[in-house]
C-alpha cells in the first residue's frame, strides 16, 4: 500500500478498481469504517483507493485490499476537492463510494457511484446511514486494522511508564478532549474522577492512562497530576492508529463524544461515552461492550456537558467496571 499526494493520479491497475472517500474527522472515520469489509465482499480481490484527511489516513495503512491513500485535508472554499479531483480523474474507476455527499464525485469518471446524501438519515445510528449508502444486507459495524507497528510504537510508551512508575497493573484509559464546542467535560472533574477511582477498592493497583492528540495536553494534566505515580501519559504521543493500539491495551475506556470514544469501541475496549448537547442515540460508541451517560438522558433533549456530575460520571464508571471487569 502506498501513499500518495494530491498531485498523482492512482497508477493503472487491473482488477475493479474503487474510490473510498472516507469521512474528514477521526470519529467519523471510525462509524465508516466497517465500508472497507463490504468493498471486499461485493468486489471480490479489489484494488482500494482511499481518500482520508491526513489525521485518519493512519486507519487504512493496513486495511485488506487498499492499495493506496490519497491525503485530502479540507482547505477554504473547497479547494480539497478540486485537488482531489485532479488527482483521480484520469483513471476510470468501477466503484466511487463517497461518504460526504460531494458533487465533485459526480465528475469523476466511475461506473457505480454510491454518494451519501441526507434521504438516508432516518433517525437511527450512523453506522446505519453508511450501511444504507452500500445497500448493504447487514450493519456494517465499525473495524480497525492495528497493525504490528502501531502497537510497537504504543508499547514503546507504555511499557516505559509502566516501569518508572507503580508497576504493572490494569489500565483504564481517559480521553478528556474533544474538539467539537460544548462536548468537553471539564478537566477539573477529570481529576476528580482520577482521585474517586483512585480512593474506590476496585481500582486498587490500577494505572490511569491518558490519551490525546498532540494539542491536548492542557486538558489532560489536572487528571495526570491527579493520578500522580500510577499515571501514564500517551496524549500526543503517536498517530491515531497507535493511539488506537495503545487503547486496545486497556481493560476499561472512559472517555468525552470524540474520534478517540469510536476509535475504542471499535478495539473492542469497554467503552463509556460521556455525552452533553450531542444526539447519544446517534453518535453513541457502537459495540457490544459500550455504555454511555448524558446530562440528560431523555432522547430529543439536550443539557450542558457541565450538567453531568462526578458522581454520575463515576457510578457509570463503577457500572462499566462491573459488567465488564469485575470478574477479571
Known amino acids: 500500500m502506498t501513499q500518495t499526494d494530491l498531485n498523482t493520479a492512482p497508477a493503472s491497475i487491473v482488477g475493479p478498481r474503487v474510490l473510498f472517500i472516507s469521512p474528514n474527522r477521526i470519529g467519523d472515520s471510525v462509524i465508516a469504517s466497517g465500508i472497507v469489509r463490504e468493498i471486499n465482499r461485493q468486489w ?80 437511527d445510528p450512523k453506522v446505519e446511514v453508511i450501511t444504507r449508502l452500500l445497500h448493504a444486507p447487514r450493519s456494517l459495524e465499525p473495524e480497525l486494522y492495528i497493525d504490528d507497528r502501531a502497537r510497537a510504537e504504543a508499547g514503546a510508551v507504555i511499557d516505559l511508564q509502566l516501569a518508572a512508575g507503580s508497576g504493572e497493573g490494569p489500565i483504564i484509559a481517559l480521553a478528556p478532549i474533544a474538539h467539537q464546542k460544548g462536548k468537553s467535560w471539564p478537566a477539573d472533574r477529570w481529576a476528580a474522577l482520577v482521585e474517586k477511582m483512585k480512593a474506590e477498592p476496585r481500582f486498587d493497583g490500577w494505572r490511569f492512562m491518558l490519551v490525546g492528540g498532540p494539542g ?113
Open 216 to 328: 491536548d495536553h492542557a486538558p489532560a494534566a489536572p487528571a495526570l497530576a491527579a493520578a500522580g505515580d500510577r499515571g501514564i501519559d500517551f496524549v500526543g504521543k503517536g498517530d491515531i492508529l497507535a493511539s488506537a493500539a495503545a487503547i486496545s491495551r486497556a481493560t476499561l475506556f472512559v472517555g468525552n463524544d470524540s474520534g478517540l470514544m469510536h476509535v475504542s469501541a471499535a478495539a473492542g475496549t469497554p467503552t463509556l461515552g460521556l455525552f452533553g448537547p450531542t444526539e447519544w442515540w446517534l453518535y453513541g460508541p457502537r459495540g457490544a461492550k459500550t455504555m454511555t451517560v448524558a446530562s440528560n438522558n431523555t432522547r430529543g433533549q439536550f443539557a450542558p456537558i457541565e450538567d453531568l456530575t462526578v458522581d454520575a460520571v463515576f457510578a457509570a464508571t463503577i457500572k462499566l467496571y462491573d459488567t465488564y471487569a469485575g470478574t477479571r
Open 44 to 123: 471480490p480481490n479489489a484494488h482500494i483507493t482511499v481518500a482520508v484527511s491526513g489525521m485518519a489516513a493512519p486507519f487504512y495503512r493496513a486495511a485488506p485490499g487498499v492499495e493506496d491513500i490519497i491525503v485530502v485535508n479540507k482547505e477554504k472554499r473547497g479547494g480539497h476537492w478540486i485537488k482531489l479531483w485532479k488527482a483521480v480523474r484520469g483513471t476510470r474507476w468501477d466503484v466511487a463510494i463517497d461518504t460526504r455527499g460531494s458533487a465533485t464525485t459526480f465528475l469523476i469518471p466511475a461506473k457505480t457511484r454510491f454518494v451519501y446524501s441526507s434521504k438516508l438519515e432516518k433517525g
